[in-house]
């Protein structure tokens, strides 16, 4: 069964459909990438199921019920977690508060889970330090140690590894394959490397629209795929 479904999503900006009657079905324990070059409708698109982004058009549907009206604070009460290339934690709390607020929302015990929490994503030294002195690289972990504090069924990774060093990006795909046991992951990711060693099936998104889906070693040879990118000058 899909854990996350969509039928025809669609975003209009004006007279730009950053996101084009889009089919997606995502199923449960998979590790999904969607990729595609700048521009082409990724970051929308995870908007519109996060419920940051109001679709022109079309359904989103999670473990079976249709949340195409649900805010984002209700989604994530159904299970669903995210981070965004824009850090969102709060600046002037610890590493160790922040992540303790995401165990608090859904009660869980705080004393336990947070120092587990930041050790997962490397960050269990840094629990004293103000989030807002950490690295961009090392603020986006510390939202994915928040993420994975709300047990999520869906984590949803908008760019995880941008900004970190090559020793980080192994200890995150390293992470991303522990992580897929308890959780669903839809991952937007331009590293290819990190997408060829986590991704079950990629998803290409081109001018809003599913451009190509499948295995990463058939996406590798999707002569349409390399044309996108070849395209626009992306990697
Ligand atoms: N709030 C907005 N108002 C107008 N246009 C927008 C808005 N948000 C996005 N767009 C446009 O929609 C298109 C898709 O943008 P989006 O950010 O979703 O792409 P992306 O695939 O995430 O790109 P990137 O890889 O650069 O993050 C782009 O042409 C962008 O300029």
Redesign the pocket.
């Given at each position: 069964m899909s854990l996350l479904q969509t039928r025809g999503l669609t975003?209009a900006?004006?007279g730009?459909h950053?996101?084009q009657d889009v089919d997606f079905d995502l199923p449960e324990g998979e590790v999904r990438a969607l990729i595609?070059?700048?521009?082409?409708?990724?970051?929308?698109?995870?908007?519109m199921l996060c419920g940051r982004?109001a679709p022109t058009a079309g359904a989103v549907r999670f473990a079976g019920a249709d949340i195409s009206r649900l805010p984002a604070h209700r989604r994530i009460r159904e299970g669903m977690a995210y981070t965004f290339?824009i850090t969102s934690v709060f600046a002037r709390l610890s590493c160790r508060e922040n992540v303790a607020l995401a165990v608090r929302r859904r009660k869980g015990d705080a004393a336990r889970e947070v120092p587990a929490a930041l050790a997962r994503v490397g960050l269990g030294d840094r629990a004293d330090q103000l989030a807002g002195d950490l690295s961009y690289g090392h603020q986006r972990l510390l939202e994915i140690a928040m993420g994975l504090a709300q047990k999520p069924r869906l984590l949803i990774l908008?760019?995880p590894t941008q900004g970190l060093a090559d020793s980080e990006i192994e200890g995150f795909v390293a992470l991303v394959r522990e992580v897929r046991a308890e959780a669903t992951v839809l991952l937007?990711e331009?590293n290819m490397s990190v997408v060829m060693d986590t991704a079950d099936r990629i998803t290409v998104?081109n001018f809003?629209e599913v451009l190509a889906e499948g295995t990463p070693e058939e996406i590798h040879a999707d002569g349409r795929v390399q044309d996108a990118y070849l395209g626009t000058g992306d990697a």
């Open positions: 975003k900006f004006g730009l950053a996101v595609g070059p700048n521009g082409a409708g990724k970051t929308t698109f995870v908007g982004v290339q908008d760019e937007i331009h998104l809003g």
